[in-house]
T-cell receptor, first 121, second 108 residues
Framework: GAVVSQHPSRVICKSGTSVKIECRSL??????MFWYRQFPKQSLMLMAT?????????EQGVEKDKFLINHASLTLSTLTVTSAHPEDSSFYIC?????????????????FGNGTRLTVT | TQLLEQSPQFLSIQEGENLTVYCNSS?????LQWYRQEPGEGPVLLVT?????EVKKLKRLTFQFGDARKDSSLHITAAQPGDTGLYLC????????FGTGTKLQVIP
């Protein structure tokens, strides 16, 4: 089955530094990737949608200058948390779709990475 | 924004009991998905329902899509400790929206 690899699984960084999280589709071309943030015991909150070769679309309330997203190829998207602060500590999850414009259906479901636990001290 | 409300938020039951989780919205969805997520991992797709009134079974799990395609339910028969996890419904066409989640704990 389709596999999405997310790296690193855990990262601890100091306040003020930047952290890059990678999301790779290993056996399919991901035209669209999604980045989510999840607080403990809560659901996933969509942060942004990225399409290969174009700018990401950010959800309302998500700072695009703080959460930089790059989707330079059909198999890799990165999320960089810039100038991280303790309130950025969270579980970040990516997902990928092989369908155009991320139109999820039973034929083109979303495939999720295993998430990255970010702790900012 | 399409909102998906799940109920209950938390559920703690004994092994062998039955349970139902509900997912409701005021919006119509072309399809709804159900996921299970375990701590520290990404969500895993359980099922996708696409037709109003559709019922799908996955072993002890029964999923139903409402006739109007605005709601869905997940019924688990004879719950087992391995069913413990966060259950999420999700829907949407161009952009998937996740439900508020139901945290299930099955006590041996």
């Amino acid at each position: 089955g389709a596999v999405v690899s997310q790296h690193p699984s855990r990262v601890i960084c100091k306040s003020g530094t930047s952290v890059k999280i990678e999301c790779r589709s290993l056996d399919f071309q991901a035209t669209t990737m999604f980045w989510y943030r999840q607080f403990p015991k809560q659901s996933l909150m969509l942060m942004a949608t990225s399409n290969e070769g174009s700018k990401a679309t950010y959800e309302q309330g998500v700072e695009k200058d703080k959460f930089l997203i790059n989707h330079a190829s059909l198999t890799l998207s990165t999320l960089t948390v810039t100038s991280a602060h303790p309130e950025d500590s969270s579980f970040y999850i990516c997902s990928a779709s092989s369908s155009l414009a991320g139109r999820v259906s039973y034929k083109s479901p979303l495939h999720f990475g295993n998430g990255t636990r970010l702790t900012v001290t | 924004t399409q909102l998906l409300e799940q109920s209950p938020q938390f559920l703690s039951i004994q092994e062998g009991e039955n349970l139902t989780v509900y997912c409701n919205s005021s919006s119509v969805f072309s399809s709804l998905q159900w996921y299970r997520q375990e701590p520290g991992e990404g969500p895993v797709l359980l099922v996708t329902v696409v037709t109003g009134g559709e019922v799908k079974k996955l072993k002890r799990l029964t999923f139903q899509f409402g006739d109007a395609r605005k709601d869905s339910s997940l019924h688990i028969t004879a719950a087992q400790p391995g069913d413990t996890g966060l259950y999420l419904c999700a829907g949407g066409y161009q952009k998937v929206t996740f439900g508020t989640g139901t945290k299930l704990q099955v006590i041996p």
